[in-house]
C-alpha cells in the first residue's frame, strides 16, 4: 500500500517570501502521478500542482513549484511571492493507476496535511 | 459552471442514530467519490463510482457505511448505526471520468456523533 508523509504539521511565512512544503511518500509503482491539494478555511478543496512520475521536469504553476526526486521519494512545494490568500492547510497526495475488470481508475491517497499560515 | 453541492453543510446526532449525507456533481461528470476526513488527517476515499456502478469500495465500513448512485447523478451516503469515531467531515468529489487527473470537491459535511 502506498503512504504519503507531510512531515511538517505547521508552517508560517511572511507576505512575499517564500516557504517550501515537504512531502515523501512509498511507493513500489514505477508509474503514478503526485498532487498538491490546497483546502483553504471554507474547507473546499482545490488541485495546486500535479506531477508526472515519467517527467523529469519539474511542474510549474506561476507562484508554485516542486521538486521532485524521484529516486528519493520527495515530492516538495515552493511557494513564491507568498500571499495572504495562501493560507490553508495543503495536502500532499498520491495516485496510482487500478483496475477493476476493463475499467482503469486513480485512486488518491493523502498526506496528513501542513498548515500555512502567510502573516501581512 | 456550478460546482459540486453537498447537504447539509452539518450534521449533529447521537451514536446508534442513522444519518444520510446528499451529493450533486458538476454536470457531466461520470465519477464521483466519497472521502473521510477526520480532524487533523487527510480525506480517505470511501466510495468511487463511475455513472452508477462501484469502481472501488475497500476502505468502507460495509457493516454500517451505504453509498448509492441510482442514476449515475446524484449520491447518497448513510451511516447506520453511527459510532461515535464517525465524527468526521464527509467530502464528496467528482471528476469527468475516471481516468482523469483532476477531481473537484464539495464543500462537505461536518458530522458529530455524541
Redesign the interface.
Known amino acids: 500500500a502506498q503512504t ?1 508523509t507531510q512531515s511538517q504539521p505547521e508552517m508560517s511565512v511572511q507576505e512575499a517570501e517564500t516557504v517550501t512544503l515537504s512531502c515523501t511518500y512509498d511507493t513500489s509503482e514505477s508509474n503514478y ?1 503526485l ?1 498538491w491539494y490546497k483546502q483553504p478555511p ?6 495546486v500542482i ?1 506531477q508526472e512520475a515519467y517527467k523529469q521536469q519539474n511542474a510549474t504553476e506561476n507562484r508554485f513549484s516542486v521538486n521532485f526526486q524521484k529516486a528519493a521519494k520527495s515530492f516538495s512545494l515552493k511557494i513564491s511571492d507568498s500571499q495572504l490568500g495562501d493560507t490553508a492547510m495543503y ?1 500532499c ?1 498520491f ?1 496510482k493507476r ?1 483496475w ?1 475488470g476493463g ?11 501542513t498548515i500555512l499560515t502567510v502573516h501581512p | 459552471e456550478a ?1 459540486v453541492a453537498q447537504s447539509p453543510r452539518y450534521k449533529i446526532i447521537e451514536k446508534r442514530q442513522s444519518v444520510a449525507f446528499w451529493c450533486n456533481p458538476i454536470s457531466g461528470h461520470a ?1 464521483l467519490y466519497w472521502y473521510q476526513q477526520i480532524l ?6 470511501l466510495i ?1 463510482f ?1 455513472n452508477n456502478g462501484v ?2 469500495d475497500s476502505q468502507l465500513p460495509k457493516d454500517r457505511f451505504s453509498a448509492e448512485r441510482l442514476k449515475g447523478v446524484d449520491s447518497t451516503l448513510k451511516i447506520q448505526p453511527a459510532k461515535l469515531e464517525d465524527s468526521a ?1 464527509y ?1 464528496c ?1 467528482s471528476s469527468l471520468h ?6 473537484y ?4 459535511t461536518r458530522l458529530t456523533v455524541t
Request: net charge positive.
Open positions: 504519503v502521478y498532487f471554507s474547507r473546499q478543496m482545490i488541485l500535479r495536502f497526495a495516485m487500478s477493476n475499467t482503469s481508475y486513480g485512486k488518491l491517497t493523502f498526506g496528513q496535511g | 460546482g465519477t487533523g488527517q487527510g480525506p480517505k476515499l468511487q463511475q469502481v472501488d467531515v467530502l468529489a475516471t481516468g482523469s487527473y483532476e477531481q470537491f464539495g464543500p462537505g
